[in-house]
């Protein structure tokens, strides 16, 4: 991994970098949020029990099944590096 220089003139950058990155993960957040919740409710099961029945080979191979997991995992994904963030920031 790269190593990162951080002096007393470069750390208002940072700080600006990561508030907007942090603002870009919430709009992105939201939309990923209303998209898994369309799908739970267009196939009355949450996430959760969705990826798990899909992992075990229970839903087949539907493209609308593939979108479904691509969502999840990507909301999972925006809500660790919101949390990473929100850990940076304190």
């Known amino acids: 991994?790269?190593?990162?220089?951080?002096?007393?003139?470069?750390?208002?950058?940072?700080k600006s970098g990561i508030v907007l990155k942090q603002k870009i993960l919430e709009l992105k957040a939201k939309d990923y949020q209303k998209r898994k919740k369309m799908f739970e409710e267009k196939h009355g099961m949450k996430?959760?029990?969705f990826v798990k029945e899909y992992k075990t080979?229970?839903?087949?191979?539907?493209?609308?099944?593939?979108?479904?997991?691509?969502?999840?995992?990507a909301y999972s994904k925006i809500i660790k590096q919101k949390k990473i963030i929100k850990e940076l920031l304190v």
């Open 1 to 14: 991994m790269e190593k990162i220089n951080i002096t007393e003139e470069s750390l208002p950058i940072l």
């Open 47 to 49: 996430s959760s029990k």
């Open 57 to 73: 080979g229970q839903l087949g191979d539907d493209e609308e099944w593939l979108d479904w997991l691509f969502v999840h995992e």
